[in-house]
C-alpha cells in the first residue's frame, strides 16, 4: 500500500509537492472496482473482523470491536 502523503499549504515545498500528488499515476478503474468487490465479499463473509483487517491496513488504526462501537451520546450529537 502506498504511504500517506501529508502536505501542508505552509511547506515551502508545498506548491510542487501538491502538483506531483495531482499528476501521480493512478491505478486503472478496473483495478479499483476489483478491489472494492473484493472488500464488499470480506465484510459480507467475515463481518467485523474484515472490518477490523480492513481499517488497520487503509486507515492504519489498529481497532478492537469495543474501540470501533461509537457510544449512543456521540451518535446523538452528531
Known amino acids: 500500500m ?3 502523503l501529508r ?3 505552509r511547506d515551502a515545498d ?5 502538483e506531483a500528488f495531482v499528476h501521480q499515476t493512478r491505478a486503472p478503474e478496473n483495478d479499483v472496482a476489483a478491489r472494492v ?3 464488499i465479499k470480506d465484510v ?3 463481518g467485523d473482523a474484515a ?3 480492513l481499517t488497520k491496513q ?3 488504526q489498529d481497532l478492537t470491536p469495543a474501540t470501533m462501537r ?3 451520546s456521540e451518535i446523538e450529537k452528531a
Open 58 to 60: 487503509y486507515d492504519r
Open 7 to 9: 502536505l501542508s499549504f
Open 14 to 18: 508545498f506548491t510542487s509537492r501538491f
Open 37 to 39: 468487490s473484493t472488500i
Open 44 to 46: 459480507r463473509t467475515k
Open 51 to 53: 472490518v477490523l483487517a
Open 2 to 4: 502506498p504511504e500517506s
Open 70 to 72: 461509537v457510544p449512543q
